[in-house]
């Protein structure tokens, strides 16, 4: 008996064979396809191939495939009949423009009779009522009997399109017998009958035409061939069972549920049941790996009623916890092996169901009951709005599924009512919600927000209190107002522990709220931000995403400081502990206690001992444990943080663990790269340094290397010779600066041609000398100084050099006038100030500098009227 695996490959590899290209499933949800919430066909992916809008890309252009497919239309007779589900496997071969219905029926019988081995006489096929090719091609080439062919009508064999518009044309399916004891025992009954004896496997669709925005049918520009195998009763047939819930699609599902709820799989009174569990559970396991999750609206309101449905199936069986989640790896063992996203999103699939059942069953368990207290008090077939309130503020019980159980009794909800005992309870909630300080920042008065976001970064919730941009409690925040939201439960990280605030989006009909900053406000979160469109009012519930891509690149650059925090103490010792981070999605900062700056040797240590564990792709773990515990197992704890009695303890390998709420990667690998930037003094003994990670590090690379390019291509070497060109260009200025330094020096002391010693006052029976000296630098002076002192014997010089908008002063005084009581620094420091700037020095020598080169005059002035009234 082939297993289904062998079957999806057999039917794959038969048309791969045939020059067909194996083709990928699409997401469950189109991307490009808004008529349709799921995907319902193979062939949807493939619609504008055949409308010609696109090329098609194959060649051959044919194409097979095993489609992930999600139907809701038989919802109702999931679970109660052998082969009806939400979730299902299309297998599929498609031709555009190419083969068309000889080749299609042909492989189809061949494929069915000898690659499957199924019994050429228990195969039935229908055609289109005026179909008269198809038909010649099953009698004749085929050779079926006539009375094993027939003709139906358009509501059986007119296919398409899957959406308002796109491909469609008349098909041909093959119907398995399984025999008159499963028949209605009427003469008619034959293949397209509603009993049990004869069941579809493979629809054979000829797309001819295409369907347009005005329902018109337009010949199709690619036609072709289109295909569909029904993968559940093809394994049923093949594995020689007349259920679909029998073969080993379903099996190990079904066992493991009834293994959770204690009944028997064959258990007349829950079998029903159970395989109802075992179909939402398939269809929600992959919805969820798709990052599609139970929400309010759409493709999200689909998942919540079919969970809601498996839970209280549950329920019904006596299990009274979440158990839908726990079927995730039983699900994924039967279908991971074709969809390899399922194993790498499990974790993620689990934690998100297991949080939402248990918020429903929190509400069931409380609600049903009082739900039947009021219908059995109940006066008429109206259940009062104030009694769905009571159920929805109370039990927190949904309105929705308080509508459906009265419809299930004949009974129907006064919504009007509802709004009105909801629009009261805003009025309260507005008046009562305020903050408030604390002494470790700002509290909100009895709100409390479930933190999620370690498991989820997307999730519903409800709107607990609304705040206006000045802090006041609001009950609405309209389009275009900024201001706080508080939600009973969220994924968004509130800023603390050196990390910063998620940011994302409050999503609700009709309703964008962008959030920009994430902050605690005691027990309550706020999600800080605007109304981008229409608005928000309290006791609205909103789909909360966190900005994915954000959060992994912070987690990512948190799970660094803890690498980087123990690779600092294996290389620095132990007394390296962090005194502080910030934790950023394109940066970090972490501050040690340490009374140096790292070598350059030290650092290259600390970077290659980081990335080396990062390569090494080491799990990283958390867990929650008593504060006593993760002492005694070593744990990092920051000095002066406050603990509570349980901690939250993070692992990476088994080398680093810390004590830390933040979130952080899942493995070392997730890190992708980390660089140290800087390293600069904090304060005395505690050093800063900044690295970057991940595609923060990519960039910094990046812009290094583009910098280094540019400098090679300025300097006309290649990057490879960059360190020598510069160094001799370095050895090249410094000798320069030391002939330009001897030029100056013989200029400034009268090389020039230009007699300095000449050009002296005198000033109260001294010699001065009080010049501007004209292409020297500031250094050039003070030799002049020092050879104009000599030359002189006894005189009190003042050199000024101008250098673009800044002046140089140097005074000098030969020993004779300093016995006098002269002050070169006084001086100078009146000359300083003059030209707009300051200096001192010594009594014999002091220099100074300002910025105003047009006052020059003045400072001269200033100083001959100190000498003139100097004794």
């Not at 798709?290 to 309010?296: L, Q, R, T, V, Y």
């Not at 007394?575 to 350059?600: C, E, K, M, W, Y």
């Not at 290659?608 to 080491?618: G, P, T, Y």
């Not at 444990?625 to 990476?652: M, N, Q, W």
Request: aromatic share 8%.
């Amino acid at each position: 008996m082939p297993t289904s695996r062998q079957i999806k490959r057999a039917y794959l590899d038969y048309f791969i064979e045939r020059g067909h290209t194996e083709v990928p499933s699409a997401p469950l949800a189109p991307r490009d396809d808004p008529t349709l919430l799921f995907n319902s066909a193979g062939m949807v992916q493939f619609k504008p191939y055949w409308a010609g809008t696109e090329p098609v890309p194959f060649t051959p252009p044919r194409a097979c495939s095993l489609q992930k497919c999600f139907r809701l239309s038989d919802l109702e007779n999931v679970g109660r009949t052998p082969r009806h589900h939400t979730f299902f496997e299309m297998l599929g071969n498609f031709s555009f423009g190419d083969y068309f219905k000889e080749e299609a029926i042909r492989w189809a019988w061949e494929l069915s009779t000898e690659v499957l081995g199924m019994d050429p006489g228990r195969i039935h096929a229908a055609v289109y009522l005026d179909d008269d090719e198809a038909h010649r091609l099953w009698t004749g080439m085929i050779g079926l009997p006539g009375e094993r062919v027939v003709r139906l009508g358009a509501e059986d064999n007119f296919w398409g399109p899957a959406g308002k518009t796109g491909a469609c044309g008349p098909s041909s399916e093959l119907y398995w017998d399984y025999g008159a004891e499963y028949g209605c025992g009427k003469p008619s009954c034959g293949p397209g009958c509603d009993c049990d004896r004869f069941v579809e496997y493979w629809n054979l669709v000829f797309p001819q035409f295409y369907k347009n925005e005005a329902g018109e049918l337009e010949p199709l520009k690619n036609r072709g061939i289109d295909t569909g195998l029904g993968t559940e009763r093809l394994t049923a047939i093949l594995q020689g069972v007349d259920n679909n819930y029998e073969t080993d699609l379903f099996i190990p599902i079904i066992e493991a549920a009834a293994a959770l709820v204690g009944h028997d799989p064959e258990d007349p009174g829950h079998r029903h049941r159970l395989w109802a569990v075992a179909d939402h559970a398939r269809a929600l396991t992959v919805a969820l790996a798709e990052g599609i999750f139970p929400s309010n609206t759409g493709r999200g309101y689909v998942l919540r009623r079919l969970l809601r449905r498996a839970g209280r199936l549950g329920f019904e069986m006596g299990l009274k916890e979440p158990f839908v989640y726990r079927l995730v790896e039983p699900v994924n063992r039967v279908l991971a092996d074709c969809y390899p996203e399922l194993e790498t999103r499990a974790a993620h699939t689990a934690a998100a169901l297991e949080r939402e059942e248990r918020r429903f069953l929190d509400t069931l368990s409380d609600g049903l009951e009082v739900f039947e207290r009021v219908i059995a008090d109940l006066d008429g077939a109206v259940i009062p709005g104030e009694e769905a309130f009571k159920l929805y503020d109370t039990f927190g019980f949904p309105v929705d599924l308080t509508a459906v159980m009265a419809e299930e009794r004949g009974l129907t909800v006064d919504a009007a009512g509802f709004e009105k005992a909801l629009e009261r309870a805003r009025e309260r909630s507005r008046a009562s919600a305020s903050f408030y300080s604390a002494g470790d920042g700002p509290r909100i008065e009895g709100l409390v927000s479930e933190f999620a976001g370690y498991d989820t970064l997307s999730l519903e919730a409800r709107v607990s209190a609304l705040f206006d941009a000045e802090q006041t409690a609001v009950d609405a925040l309209n389009d275009g107002e900024e201001g706080s939201v508080v939600l009973d439960v969220t994924p968004f990280y509130a800023e603390g522990g050196g990390q910063i605030g998620d940011h994302g989006r409050l999503e609700a009909p009709g309703t964008l709220f962008s959030v920009t900053n994430t902050q605690s406000a005691g027990a309550a979160v706020l999600h800080l931000g605007r109304v981008e469109s229409g608005s928000l009012r309290v006791g609205d519930e909103v789909a909360a995403r966190v900005d994915e891509a954000r959060r992994h690149r912070t987690a990512a650059h948190h799970s660094a400081t803890h690498l980087l925090h123990w690779a600092l103490r294996k290389v620095l010792g132990e007394g390296a502990t962090q005194a502080g981070s910030f934790v950023g999605p394109d940066r970090l900062r972490f501050d040690i206690n340490h009374h140096r700056g790292l070598s350059d040797a030290e650092t290259a240590e600390v970077v290659h001992l980081v990335n080396e564990r990062v390569v090494e792709n080491a799990p990283v773990r958390w867990e929650v444990v008593p504060l006593e515990e993760a002492k005694r197992r070593g744990a990092t704890a920051l000095f002066g943080e406050k603990y509570g009695d349980e901690v939250r303890l993070v692992a990476a390998g088994d080398y680093s663990l810390e004590l830390c709420g933040g979130t952080h990667v899942a493995a070392t690998g997730e890190i992708g790269s980390c660089l140290i930037v800087g390293d600069s003094a904090l304060a005395a003994g505690v050093r800063r340094l900044e690295a970057v990670c991940g595609l923060a590090a990519v960039e910094y690379v990046e812009e290094r290397e583009r910098k280094i390019d540019e400098a090679a291509r300025l300097l006309k070497v290649p990057p490879s010779e960059l360190a020598d060109r510069i160094g001799a260009l370095l050895e090249e200025r410094k000798r320069a600066e030391k002939r330009i330094g001897e030029l100056e020096q013989r200029l400034a002391s009268g090389g020039g041609g230009r007699d300095l010693a000449a050009e002296t006052e005198e000033i109260n029976g001294r010699k001065v000398l009080l010049t501007e000296l004209s292409g020297v630098g500031a250094k050039a002076l003070r030799g002049a100084v020092d050879k104009l002192k000599a030359e002189l014997g006894s005189a009190v010089i003042l050199l000024a050099a101008v250098d673009g908008g800044k002046v140089a002063l140097a005074c000098g005084l030969t020993e004779d006038l300093v016995d006098e009581g002269l002050n070169a620094g006084k001086l100078v420091k009146a000359a300083a100030q003059a030209v707009g700037g300051g200096g001192g020095g010594r009594p014999d020598f002091a220099q100074a500098g300002g910025s105003q080169p047009d006052a020059l005059p003045e400072a001269f002035a200033t100083v001959r009227d100190l000498l003139t009234k100097a004794p």
